[in-house]
């Protein structure tokens, strides 16, 4: 969706999202050079809508938590790719690693 | 949503307007579902805190429900797809995924390091090829961690840290220090296979240490303190009395640095050596000694 389509779905202004895009909040997505939106960046508007409006979080704090919650989704996903694996190996194999974290832990 | 309303957001009957919204901010603030990924229980908490936030949160709709006009459920809002939804979908598109918060998994160098460093991006520019090589290192400097320089073909040098408790064969990886990417791409990675020389005393078994200790007779009949060689310098050991050929002892953390931190184990296995030349004397002494000749260490063996 281009740009009014993504402020219009989540009734903001137009300089409201220049400064989420200079913060590097939301970043539009490239195809065939233009920018667009896509249903995503909504779901992640309306993230930083619900930290700014309903939790009063300021912008310093949006910045802080945005940068976290992306580390988050980074780990999370890596953390599931390394279980899949996991899951993917014998079961011996399986096993030596959960002994392995248990005593780790 | 059968629950009360003020109860879910933990208000009283006549909270003002002032309350039920700070209230609900600190609810939010703990329960959010994109704070919480994958705590389905704080997403659940959340959404009834929402629901019950958007009918007291209403000054009229909060007077209605108050008179019993409407009722709790009046209030449901509809369903919201929220942002973890999108980043969590295997094959979505990782433009806000960041992996720099395992940049120091990567930093003891393992076949793993690249998988938990890999940006989400594609990348635009192909990398560089890797390079190989390869050096010895001694047994010490293996499991203590060492500071080296390698010399390249090209005869610039390169600092290598050897990570504490590098096995053999484990290959180093100095990010960027491959060649040079094509088109202005990334270096590849210079990848150097460390081979680690035996050492006389000293073997490594996982993260324990192993070594076989030669004692005199008269230490394995009457036991005492000995000096034991670690990896970390020589430590006394008492030896208890009557210790045969085979018999292991441990000191504990005196084996090599685990990567999590802690560390393994030292296991001493001694080893019974007579006298060199023979002794008249002990002969004398094993040939009067009648208790001797009842022991039969072969038991077991049916002889």
């Known amino acids: 969706m281009r740009h009014s389509e993504f402020c219009e779905r989540l009734s903001i202004e137009h300089s409201t999202l220049s400064i989420w895009m200079e913060q590097g909040w939301v970043v539009p997505a490239k195809n065939d050079g233009r920018g667009e939106f896509h249903d995503a960046d909504v779901a992640r508007g309306l993230l930083i809508l619900d930290l700014s409006e309903t939790m009063g979080v300021n912008h310093e704090g949006i910045d802080v938590i945005m940068a976290l919650v992306d580390q988050v989704h980074g780990l999370r996903s890596k953390l599931q790719a390394l279980t899949d694996a996991i899951r993917d190996q014998d079961e011996q194999v399986q096993r030596q690693i959960l002994q392995s974290l248990e005593r780790s832990s | 949503m059968a629950n009360d309303p003020y109860e879910t957001l933990g208000v009283a009957k ?41 009918l007291l949160g209403d000054e009229e709709k909060r007077a209605r429900f108050d008179k019993g006009e409407i009722d709790a459920t009046g209030a449901e809002q509809a369903a919201r797809n929220y942002y973890k939804e999108y980043a969590a979908t295997p094959g979505a598109d990782t433009r806000y995924q960041s992996t720099s918060g395992f940049s120091d998994f990567g930093e003891a160098d393992d076949i793993f390091s690249s998988f938990f460093s890999r940006r989400g991006h594609g990348q635009t520019h192909a990398r560089g090829r890797d390079l190989h ?72 078994d996982g993260d324990d240490i192993r070594i076989e200790m030669p004692i005199s007779l008269r230490e394995a009949i009457l036991g005492g303190k000995v000096l034991v060689p670690t990896i970390s310098g020589n430590v006394t050991l008492t030896l208890p009395p009557n210790s045969s050929t085979g018999k292991t002892l441990r000191l504990k953390g005196k084996g090599v640095t685990k990567r999590g931190g802690g560390s393994g184990d030292q296991y001493i296995t001694v080893k019974v050596i007579l006298p060199d030349p023979a002794d008249p004397d002990l002969a004398a002494f094993a040939t009067s000694w009648s208790a001797g000749e009842a022991q039969n260490p072969r038991r077991a063996w049916g002889g």
């Open chain 2, 14 to 54: 006549n909270a003002t307007q002032k309350e039920i919204q700070s209230a609900y901010r600190k609810l939010a603030k703990k329960l959010h579902p994109d704070l919480n990924p994958g705590d389905k229980n704080a997403e659940d908490r959340f959404k009834e805190a929402s629901a019950a936030y958007a």
């Open chain 2, 133 to 204: 090589f390869a050096m010895e290192v001694d047994f010490l400097e293996a499991v203590n961690g060492a500071k080296k320089q390698i010399t390249l073909p090209d005869r610039t040098t390169l600092d290598l840290q050897i990570p504490p408790g590098t096995q053999d064969g484990q290959p180093l990886r100095l990010r960027g220090k491959g060649e040079p990417g094509p088109g202005g791409g990334p270096a590849g990675d210079a990848l150097i296979e460390v081979h680690v020389r035996p050492h006389p005393i000293f073997t490594r």
